[in-house]
């Protein structure tokens, strides 16, 4: 005896199967999607269409969004990352370095030398510059004394850098105070007319740790600044 089957549920029953097909295939897709991923990410090279002897754009892109997406990080990854020291300190030597360690205090003209005048010691050089010129530190050190001085009308002493005192006097802005670290070429003050003075200018001299003064012309000339001679 012969059944017969209704087209409508022959169609329905054919539909269900093509769904059901249909879901197979893609959860197969997703599951290839996923291995690829995780291979991705172990071997970048192991996807299709990658070629290790030539690099495709959007094969590359493709690759990285793969490993994007993994589930975990290389152990290289997650280390600190430092910097040794003496790398990071390597450009601060530098330019300490490069900057100069003496400088001329101003550039006017030096006009009397050190020694004996009018029957006194003249116990430094003295440069000659219109009032306000700004007076440079000659090395590093640090500010000892800023203030009123006796015939200089107001001074700047600085402990040197080789552990000599330099003199700045007759100065009229002092702009350095007392402890200040200082480098060499710091404006510390300016050029000035004070005390016994017949003209605007700067008196410099160089006292040994005993206090005891020095020729500045030598001790710079060995440090590389050279002044000249004044004519006298």
Known sequence: MFVTVPLSFRRGATRSRRNRSTTRAVAVAAVVSASLGVLAAADPNALPGVNTGKTDQSTTDSASAAVAFTAFTL????????VPDAVVWEPNRLAAEARPR????????????????????????????????????VTDGTV?????????????????????????????????????????????????????????????????????????????????IAVGIAAE
């Open 75 to 82: 152990p290289e990854a997650q280390m600190p990352q430092t």
């Open 102 to 137: 003496t400088v001329r205090p101003i550039a006017g003209v030096l006009t009397s030398n050190f020694g004996m005048r009018w029957g006194a010691l003249h116990a430094g050089l003295d440069f000659a510059d219109s009032i306000g010129t700004p007076i440079a530190a």
């Open 144 to 224: 000892i004394e800023a203030g009123p001085a006796s015939g200089f009308g107001l001074w700047v002493r600085v402990q040197q850098d080789d552990g000599t005192i330099g003199v700045y006097g007759h100065v009229n802005d002092i702009l350095a105070t007392v402890g200040q670290q200082v480098r060499a070429g710091d404006v510390i003050a300016t050029v000035g007319n004070r005390g016994f003075s017949t003209g605007p200018h700067l008196h410099y001299e160089v006292h040994q740790g005993n206090g005891a003064p020095i020729d500045p012309m030598p001790w710079l000339g060995a440090r590389g």
